[in-house]
């Protein structure tokens, strides 16, 4: 493997393996009535397919999510913070909300389990969108104002922070062959937007339209910077990196590795620079994909596939890793793997033929210093609305009591981890 790797500054690390599961606010909390992804799902076109709504009411329901995640043998919880819960209105600070994650916190602590927050898990504040979110040049001093802010409060008690999430994901979608009809909806979407809310721009994080994936880009960069001192200057000893979006991406002839190669370049080389110095890269993988002469090739005839069409590769987790690892030089945290399916015996398989090899990898003396599983519950999974389960865990939103449920899977990767000697 061909690589140009950077050695880390970072020096911080977490006192033991992290094994763990994620979840991100607005896709389990329910009701984030002042975020800019909910302001999204309720106009006329919207790319959601359904408003987020109650979700899975883990607001309410967060101490049931921290029993559930001890029950598993697990000792380390990622979860977002959210920002448009915190200043619903710009500079008006929520100390409600803060208390709110203030107990989270310590009922993580409480149960034996370390706290992971991840700063901005894409959704951010309706205001913040008004003003252009990350396109507007002041973007990283109000992201930074909230970091300080969330640090501040919580950062004495965390294992580590996460400043964003995938934010390399719009030229993850679009290497992978958006669809024409994706893109156009995105684009309605954003200007029925921008006209209700009476802006000439409306933007968000995770609705973006192609001639925009730069420039927004480049706004993430330079907040995840301001971030990263922000968080070190409250609390200098917490590892603190940001997550990206890693496909295993492979190649079966020469022009499928020029296809593959000019991808990388884009996708993850363009992040090189801006992680150095971190503490971590965080790596989130899903699936594999083989590039040919005429791009990816399509799955085996007959074989399992995924909820995004892909065939199933449980080696994706180790590939990617690995190569995310000597790319940039870092230690890696996987901050989310999963699979989108119905079928729970098809996930108990994925589970236990893609988390050993990792667990070799550590072995071996790869910095991996955590693992976290996506997802706790079948959530909102954004433009999917609720079709798509990657949970451990059911909820049973229609009872109004969202029971939650373990799955099989749960309990296979409860005894893996209770078997993994790190």
């Not at 109004?400 to 409860?414: C, D, I, L, Q, W």
Request: glycine share 8%; with cysteine.
């Amino acid at each position: 493997m061909t690589t140009t790797a950077h050695a880390s500054q970072g020096t911080r690390r977490p006192d033991h393996f992290l094994w763990g599961a994620s979840t991100a606010g607005h896709q389990v909390d329910g009701n984030d009535t002042n975020a800019d992804t909910t302001f999204l799902e309720h106009v006329t076109p919207s790319v959601f397919k359904v408003p987020a709504d109650a979700a899975c009411n883990s607001w309410e329901q967060w101490e049931d999510d921290l029993d559930l995640i001890k029950s598993f043998g697990l000792n380390a919880y990622r979860f977002s913070v959210e920002w448009s819960r915190i200043e619903p209105e710009h500079g008006h600070v929520d100390e409600s909300a803060l208390d709110h994650y203030d107990r989270v916190v310590d009922g993580c602590l409480e149960r034996g389990i370390a706290p992971a927050v991840t700063l901005c898990h894409f959704t951010a504040p309706h205001w913040f969108a008004k003003e252009g979110a990350w396109f507007n040049p002041q973007a990283p001093d109000w992201f930074t104002e909230q970091c300080s802010r969330v640090i501040s409060r919580l950062g004495d008690r965390i294992a580590l922070a996460v400043t964003f999430n995938e934010p390399n994901l719009p030229h993850i979608l679009a290497a992978g062959g958006l669809p024409q009809e994706a893109i156009d909806l995105q684009r309605l979407c954003l200007d029925a937007a921008s006209r209700k809310a009476g802006v000439a721009r409306y933007r968000t994080g995770n609705v973006a339209i192609p001639e925009e994936f730069d420039e927004l880009e480049e706004g993430f960069k330079k907040a995840h910077r301001a971030a990263v001192a922000a968080v070190r200057a409250e609390r200098s000893d917490l590892p603190v990196g940001l997550s990206l979006s890693v496909i295993d991406d492979t190649y079966a002839t020469e022009r499928g590795k020029e296809l593959c190669e000019t991808k990388r370049a884009a996708c993850y080389g363009t992040w090189v620079d801006a992680v150095q110095g971190d503490d971590f890269i965080g790596v989130q993988n899903y699936e594999q994909l083989v590039y040919g002469d005429d791009g990816i090739i399509p799955p085996v005839p007959g074989a399992p596939v995924n909820g995004m069409g892909t065939e199933v590769k449980p080696l994706s987790l180790a590939g990617s890793v690995e190569y995310i690892h000597e790319l940039t030089g870092m230690p890696v945290v996987v901050t989310e793997h999963g699979i989108s399916t119905d079928d729970d015996e098809l996930r108990c398989r994925f589970i236990r033929e893609s988390v050993p090899p990792l667990i070799d990898m550590v072995r071996r003396g790869v910095p991996v210093l955590g693992y976290f599983h996506w997802t706790l519950l079948d959530n909102f999974e954004w433009i999917s609305g609720y079709d798509s389960k990657l949970g451990l865990c059911s909820v049973n939103r229609e009872s109004g009591n969202f029971e939650r449920t373990p799955k099989p899977s749960a309990g296979v990767y409860r005894d893996l981890v209770a078997s993994a000697v790190l």
